[in-house]
C-alpha cells in the first residue's frame, strides 16, 4: 500500500478554472487581444504561467506580449477575490481520512507556491501538508520531476510508496517522469484520452475511491 500522496492542484484538489478564465480575459481585453473560450483555456492549461500565456496568445505570442498578458493578469488576479475557486466536493473529507491513515501527502503543481499556500491556508488550513512544491523559474516545471524527487526526498519513502495523483496528461507525464504511479481523477480538466493512458494505475470518479489506494 502507498504511504505518500503527492496531489496536483488544480483540477484535482481545487476547481479554480472559473477565476483564471475571468481575469485572463479580461487581461487580454484591456490589451486588444481576443479573448477565449471556456473549453479554450482547458486545451491551454497545465503548463506554468509563461508556456500558458504562450499558448493564449498563439501566433501573437511575442515575449514581449507575454510579459504584458502575465503582469496584466497577475495584478487582476491578485486583486479579484477568486469566490468561485474552491476545493472540489469531497476532498477535505478524502484529506482527512488519508491523514487518519498516517498518509503522508504533499502538493505539486505548476501554479505559484504562494498562491497555493494562500488557498490551503483559507480552505484546508487544518491538513498537514509535507510540502507545497509549486512552480518555481528557477527550476524546471512540470512535468519534470524536479518537485515530486524534492517531496521524495524529504519523505525518505521509497518510489514505489508514492503516487501521485492528477487530472490531465502533463500529470501522467511528470509521474511517469518521476517513475512513480499515477492515479486520474475524472472531475478535473482531463478527457478520456488521459483516462485511458496505459501508464495510469487508476482513474477514479469519486474522492473516496482514492482511499483504496492506501
Known sequence: ?????????????????????????RAL???????LTYDEY????????DEVVSLILNDQNTPENIELIKEEF???????????????PGIL?????????????????????????????????????????????????????????????????PLDDAIYIGDTKTDIKTARNAGIDCIIVKWGYGNQKDYDDEYVLGVVDEPSEILNYF
Open 1 to 25: 500500500m502507498k504511504r505518500l500522496a503527492i496531489f496536483d492542484f488544480d483540477g484535482t484538489l481545487f476547481n479554480t478554472v472559473d477565476d483564471v478564465v475571468i481575469n485572463f480575459n
Open 29 to 35: 481585453k484591456a490589451n486588444n487581444f481576443p479573448t
Open 42 to 49: 482547458i486545451e491551454r492549461l497545465g503548463g506554468n504561467i
Open 74 to 88: 497577475g495584478k487582476l488576479y491578485a486583486k479579484s477575490k477568486k469566490e468561485n475557486s474552491l476545493p472540489f
Open 93 to 157: 473529507n478524502l484529506l482527512k481520512d488519508l491523514e487518519s491513515r498516517n498518509v503522508l501527502m504533499a502538493i505539486n503543481s505548476n501554479r505559484l507556491t504562494p498562491s497555493i499556500k494562500m488557498f490551503v491556508e483559507n480552505s484546508l488550513c487544518d491538513i498537514d501538508f509535507l510540502e507545497i512544491e509549486g512552480y518555481n523559474p528557477d527550476f524546471p516545471s512540470k512535468p519534470s520531476p524536479c518537485g515530486i524527487n524534492k517531496i521524495i526526498k524529504k519523505a525518505d519513502v
